[in-house]
């Protein structure tokens, strides 16, 4: 069993992990080609770093994020608009109205905390099947520690408020606090958590 960082490699088994560990969200309606070119690009962009969690030379789950988020984004589509464009074009011809909604996804949307020493956890999954293992708890620790490595001071992320006890329960035993709770454009309840980073010292709790 190894947690090591994410290689290009990587993405197709990581998509894999997102589609079977997001079923009904907006992210997993786009696609599989849309969520290649969204976790090669954190690859490809200096300020988004991600791990996997390998058991058995098998990837069973990964965690992902970014350093600069609206920075992040806007060179996403800087550079791989046309990826992007023809990614979604299955998604838009099926529904073409969430066009504004993608639009709003890609920019970051104005909800998200945004200050100088935070970094954004995107994503973090387990596939189903391997979940309960604390797998999760170790790559939210690795997550945290390269975080702090890179001189930063908060970890920010979203996650659904209603209909999602187990993941709200999680990040909470993993020292993060809620913030807010706030409501996307769509009608969507969320809560934001942080996580202080003290410099020089190992994050989360002991495995």
Not at 140 to 167: C, I, M, P, Q, W
Not at 186 to 204: A, F, H, Q, T, W
Request: charged share 25%.
């Amino acid at each position: 069993m190894t947690i090591r960082l994410m290689r290009a490699g990587d993405c197709a088994a990581v998509v894999a992990i997102h589609l079977s560990s997001f079923q009904g969200f907006f992210l997993t309606f786009l696609g599989r080609q849309f969520l290649g070119e969204l976790y090669a690009g954190i690859l490809d962009d200096s300020s988004g770093f991600a791990f996997v969690f390998d058991e058995h030379g098998r990837t069973v789950g990964f965690v992902a994020g970014t350093d600069h988020p609206a920075g992040f984004y806007k060179r996403l589509i800087r550079k791989r608009w046309w990826r992007f464009g023809l990614a979604s074009l299955p998604a838009l011809i099926k529904k073409p109205h969430v066009v504004l909604r993608l639009f709003r996804a890609l920019s970051m949307p104005n909800q998200m905390t945004a200050e100088n020493g935070h970094v954004t956890l995107m994503s973090i999954a387990v596939l189903p099947g391997e979940q309960n293992k604390g797998i999760g708890r170790l790559l939210a620790k690795a997550f945290l520690e390269e975080a702090r490595k890179r001189g930063l001071h908060k970890v920010d992320l979203t996650t659904d408020k209603f209909n999602n006890d187990s993941v709200n329960a999680f990040y909470l035993r993993e020292g993060f606090s809620k913030s807010r709770s706030f409501v996307t454009p769509e009608g969507r309840e969320m809560n934001e958590y942080v996580i202080d980073l003290p410099p020089g010292k190992l994050i989360g709790k002991p495995v």
